[in-house]
């Protein structure tokens, strides 16, 4: 997204500055009646489309992923820099406009932004590094050969130097080079170290811009009432209470309910309280949480479809010196970001522009595109900043019923959703039922895994599960799907984050069964995972394992590969006679390949511990009537900032491929965590979120 140069009748935001970078979200907010976008001044040189340097030597560099918290509008400009040899304090950062195919894939998960563009950035910096070199050489009639670049500028043998600001005219008429040389790692200067994050600052003194923060010329405001229970349709409202009110200039009906559009968010929430609605609430009126895990119970005494296996399973168990049984549940978990859904569009006769946090920008093209019918070309996604993400900024819902509302106004709007809209609203991760049958030889090493697994969503649900990385002779795992009526989607880290748990205690449970050290076991059985198993030794050796520990503290630990990174917690807990968990120490144990951003490394690591306690401490969503029964944060819980533990994050040296960081460190919490409870008390918890009642 470029900076627009003559700003007629044009509101501009412009976010932030730091002394030595900047981030710049910049977008174009139209006035009625002007054409949507705007044509910006072309830079002196612009060689791919990631990044721009203009004559003053102002590097830009583009970030087409979404910016929720993880620091990617820091960490893929680092990459760039690097490769391009840029002058950290002359770069600058713009978020991307949704583009079908100018950036490849633009939506944000799966840990996949940084390991996902790894290669691309780095190949755009160099690119335009070997670009400005030959202007160099053209300039002074020299060699490629005779001049390296550094620290933004070209140096010639002779001590000759021009800086890229001086090249960029002459280097945008040099031909793109065919094959690239990228720099060895021990010559980088940016990647590897501890660069604050560009968007801190603006953050810090509330300049930012979010979602919820847009404003657009003769805008409205929008809230939707929607079915109580999910897939429910309307039948009849009657809007004459509510349009009577101060504020409230129309009402109308969606395909998600019932829109009150007012002058003000708060008369929007007052109008759509005065609605009289009456409900068809389908088919899953009357279902529950109790009911679910009946259903669950019951597809569990069957074999589902197989998932994957080796050898088999069923026989080595019937010759097994010792059989252990086990289920585990796991439940539906709401994504409580901190920012409610929220997302402004402005549909005119053929056109529309929408400014939204998302994960999943072109998502939101394609969609308003569908809802219009117009050419993907006419729609353009503006994405702010995101106030938390966690997988459901994936979603369209919320930016659908903005395009909807506009269209049937004719006027720019912001649908903004209340928090027990988002929390009764959400796509959930999925709850899951477990069967687990183990089988361990006269010498305690295991010969028999079998893992069944029920729940609702699609095949996703055995990710992290289905391969377990332990050297199993005999495993089998299968699945049920069940349709249970409720909205499935991605909670950050999705499979590992129930499997992770499921595959990491009953792991233990096979340790204590055969009268071995847990850690010991693990790391006889990762034999063949070798990454997976350093981390698993680091996390033991920082963590002091086999160390006498105070009387009724113990130790747990736990290890889970996902989305390219390898992961080792280890928990130090104890517990009171209330049931209370006290959590005195926390290692983990990282090794995600090379690191970008050390800083951004451990927030991540840190932020994904703190999300996945909360899950495993506090939060459930259930099920009664066919509806959701938390509503808010005084009943659905988050970990509050005085009961956050010590976490150590060691990072491990690693030549490995690139992995991502946003996702990793969250599996192995809960397992690790529930082990070192058992270690303590003797109690195995294998049903989450843990209750207090359980352990007294």
């Known amino acids: 997204m470029n900076t627009p140069t003559n700003l007629t009748r044009r509101d501009f935001i412009k976010v932030s500055s730091v002394a030595g970078a900047g981030l710049v979200l910049s977008f174009y907010l139209p006035s009625k009646g002007e054409p949507l976008g705007a044509a910006a001044a072309a830079p002196a040189f612009a060689p791919n489309a990631w990044l721009t340097i203009d004559t003053n030597g102002i590097v830009t560099i583009t970030v087409a992923r979404s910016e929720m918290g993880q620091g990617v509008l820091t960490s893929m400009p680092m990459i760039v820099a690097e490769e391009l040899e840029a002058d950290w304090k002359n770069v600058r950062v713009i978020q991307a406009i949704s583009h079908p195919t100018k950036y490849g894939s633009m939506s944000t998960g799966g840990s996949f932004s940084v390991r996902g563009s790894w290669q691309n950035l780095r190949n755009a910096g160099a690119a335009a590094r070997e670009l400005l070199i030959a202007a160099a050489a053209q300039t002074w009639g020299t060699e490629t050969s005779a001049c390296r670049a550094e620290n933004g500028t070209i140096i010639h043998?002779?001590?000759?130097?021009?800086?890229?600001?001086?090249?960029?005219?002459?280097?945008?008429?040099?031909?793109?080079?065919?094959?690239?040389?990228?720099?060895?790692?021990?010559?980088?200067?940016?990647?590897?170290?501890?660069?604050?994050?560009?968007?801190?600052?603006?953050?810090?003194?509330?300049?930012?811009?979010?979602?919820?923060?847009?404003?657009?010329?003769?805008?409205?405001?929008?809230?939707?009432?929607?079915?109580?229970?999910?897939?429910?349709?309307?039948?009849?409202?009657?809007?004459?209470?509510?349009?009577?009110?101060?504020?409230?200039?129309?009402?109308?009906?969606?395909?998600?309910?019932?829109?009150?559009?007012?002058?003000s968010t708060w008369a929007a929430f007052q109008g759509r309280k005065a609605l009289t609605v009456q409900w068809n609430e389908g088919q899953f009126a009357g279902q529950n949480s109790a009911a679910i895990w009946k259903s669950f119970e019951e597809a569990a005494k069957s074999k589902g479809s197989i998932e994957d296996y080796a050898g088999s399973a069923e026989n080595a168990l019937t010759s097994a010196a010792k059989k252990v049984e086990a289920i585990y549940y796991a439940p539906l978990i709401a994504h409580a970001t901190m920012e409610p859904m929220n997302c402004v569009a402005d549909v005119r006769s053929d056109r529309c522009e929408i400014?939204?946090?998302?994960?999943?920008?072109?998502?939101?093209?394609?969609?308003?595109?569908?809802?219009?019918?117009?050419?993907?070309?006419?729609?353009r996604v503006n994405t702010t900043l995101l106030g938390g993400g966690f997988g459901r900024r994936l979603q369209t819902d919320y930016s659908s019923d903005a395009v909807r509302v506009s269209k049937a106004i004719g006027a720019p709007v912001s649908v903004v959703w209340t928090r027990e809209d988002d929390m009764q609203h959400d796509w959930y991760r999925p709850c899951t039922y477990n069967v687990l049958t183990g089988g361990i030889g006269k010498d305690g090493w295991p010969v028999a895994w079998l893992h069944r697994v029920v729940g609702p969503g699609s095949r996703g649900l055995v990710v992290g599960g289905s391969t377990p990385p332990y050297a199993l002779p005999n495993f089998q795992i299968d699945s049920h799907i069940k349709d249970i009526g409720v909205p499935i989607g991605a909670w950050r880290s999705v499979g590992p984050s129930q499997?992770?748990?499921?595959?990491?205690?009953?792991?233990?449970?096979?340790?204590?069964?055969?009268?071995?050290?847990?850690?010991?076991?693990?790391?006889?059985?990762?034999?063949?995972?070798?990454?997976?198993?350093?981390?698993?030794?680091?996390?033991?050796?920082?963590?002091?394992?086999?160390?006498?520990?105070?009387?009724?503290?113990?130790?747990?630990?736990?290890?889970?590969?996902?989305?390219?990174?390898?992961?080792?917690?280890?928990?130090?807990?104890?517990?009171?006679?209330?049931?209370?968990?006290?959590?005195?120490?926390?290692?983990?144990?990282?090794?995600?390949?090379?690191?970008?951003?050390?800083?951004?490394?451990?927030?991540?690591?840190?932020?994904?511990?703190?999300?996945?306690?909360?899950?495993?401490?506090?939060?459930?969503?259930?099920?009664?009537?066919?509806?959701?029964?938390?509503?808010?944060?005084?009943?659905?819980?988050?970990?509050?900032?005085?009961?956050?533990?010590?976490?150590?994050?060691?990072?491990?040296?690693?030549?490995?491929?690139?992995?991502?960081?946003?996702?990793p460190g969250l599996p192995p919490v809960a397992p690790a965590l529930c082990n070192a409870i058992f270690a303590a008390t003797g109690k195995r918890i294998r049903r989450l979120p843990i209750r207090p009642a359980d352990l007294q």
């Open 355 to 379: 400014w939204v946090p998302t994960q999943s920008p072109q998502q939101v093209a394609g969609e308003a595109a569908r809802i219009l019918g117009f050419p993907l070309d006419k729609v």
């Open 499 to 663: 499997n992770g748990f499921v595959v990491e205690s009953f792991i233990d449970e096979l340790a204590y069964a055969a009268k071995k050290d847990p850690f010991e076991y693990r790391r006889h059985l990762l034999a063949g995972s070798a990454r997976l198993r350093r981390a698993l030794e680091v996390a033991a050796e920082k963590a002091g394992w086999g160390k006498p520990l105070p009387a009724g503290v113990g130790r747990g630990i736990a290890a889970v590969e996902s989305f390219g990174s390898a992961v080792a917690e280890v928990f130090e807990v104890s517990v009171e006679k209330s049931g209370k968990v006290k959590i005195h120490r926390i290692v983990a144990a990282v090794d995600c390949g090379p690191v970008v951003n050390p800083d951004t490394l451990e927030a991540q690591v840190e932020g994904g511990i703190v999300y996945s306690l909360s899950a495993v401490l506090k939060d459930e969503i259930t099920i009664a009537r066919g509806r959701v029964e938390q509503n808010n944060f005084d009943d659905y819980r988050i970990l509050t900032i005085d009961e956050m533990p010590k976490v150590e994050t060691h990072i491990i040296p690693s030549t490995e491929s690139v992995g991502g960081i946003g996702e």
């Open 157 to 263: 043998t002779s001590g000759k130097k021009l800086s890229y600001g001086e090249l960029a005219s002459k280097a945008a008429t040099m031909r793109v080079p065919t094959s690239l040389k990228l720099k060895d790692p021990k010559d980088f200067k940016i990647l590897g170290k501890r660069l604050r994050k560009l968007d801190t600052p603006s953050k810090v003194n509330g300049s930012a811009k979010f979602g919820s923060d847009i404003r657009v010329p003769g805008m409205l405001f929008a809230s939707v009432e929607r079915c109580p229970v999910f897939g429910g349709k309307v039948t009849s409202f009657d809007a004459a209470k509510a349009k009577a009110l101060q504020g409230v200039r129309d009402v109308v009906q969606i395909d998600s309910g019932i829109a009150v559009v007012a002058t």
